[in-house]
Every structure is written in C-alpha cells, then in structure tokens.
C-alpha cells in the first residue's frame, strides 16, 4: 500500500499513517511519502512494534517503508 501525504499540514500525515497501519497485514509493507522527514511518527512506530526503512528522494521528499 503506498500514501502520499505531500502537500498535508502537521499532524494530518502522521494521522493518516497511523490510521493505514491499523489495516496492514502481517507480512505487508506500508509505504508513504512524506514532504519531511517525520520524526514524531518514528517514536510511534517503535511504540507499537514497527519498524521503518527512510530514503529521501531527488525531489526532497521522503520515501518510508513500515513493516513489521
């Protein structure tokens, strides 16, 4: 599953991420892109158990693949 929150205001990514994770499967990646780097979201994630791969891309955003 890939989210693009480009162009969303704080919280409204880490918002939407943390909704999407509610319906991953085990063995699924969720991946998002983000304008910036989301380190309040990388807190939650090591809260609930997942765990993320970040690439920031040509254009500046950032690529984040969340599995478990």
């Known amino acids: ?5 480009r162009g969303l205001e ?3 990514p880490m918002m ?3 909704a999407a994770l509610e319906n991953l ?3 699924e990646v969720l991946t998002i892109i ?3 780097r989301p380190m309040f979201l990388y807190e ?6 997942y765990q993320q791969r970040t690439e920031q ?6 690529k984040i693949e969340i599995f478990r």
């Open 1 to 5: 599953m890939i989210l693009d929150n």
């Open 10 to 12: 704080p919280p409204q």
């Open 16 to 18: 939407r991420t943390l």
């Open 25 to 27: 499967k085990e063995g």
């Open 34 to 36: 983000n304008d910036r």
């Open 44 to 49: 939650q994630l090591e809260e609930l158990g």
């Open 57 to 62: 891309q040509e254009d500046g955003s950032f």
